[in-house]
């Protein structure tokens, strides 16, 4: 029982401190996420409507990009079609 005694106080004496600083360190980065959700919900509406917009915008463009991407692919390959047909048949 008296070999406790010391472990026991080693124990407090670094024990404390260190969740001081963990406690301390959870409450910061809580404070942190909380704050940032709270400017995000307090954002100028003209900002989120124009940030809105550009999204629309940039899904509109891949969209496009898309779209002409199979249609050249669609050109190709009646080319590429007819030049394996003709190595097939001329082999």
């Known amino acids: 029982m008296d070999e406790l005694i010391p472990i026991v106080a080693i124990m407090m004496v ?12 959870q409450r910061k980065m809580a ?27 940039v899904a509109r463009l891949r969209d496009q990009v898309n779209s002409q991407t ?13 030049q394996d047909m003709s190595q097939r048949l001329g082999d």
Do not use: V
């Open 14 to 25: 670094f024990g404390i401190p260190i969740a001081a600083i963990l406690t301390h360190h």
């Open 31 to 57: 404070e942190l996420i909380h704050g940032k959700q709270a400017e995000a919900q307090q954002m100028n509406p003209a900002i989120m409507h124009e940030i809105q917009s550009l999204r629309g915008e």
């Open 70 to 82: 199979l249609e050249l692919e669609d050109l190709r390959s009646p080319h590429i079609a007819a």
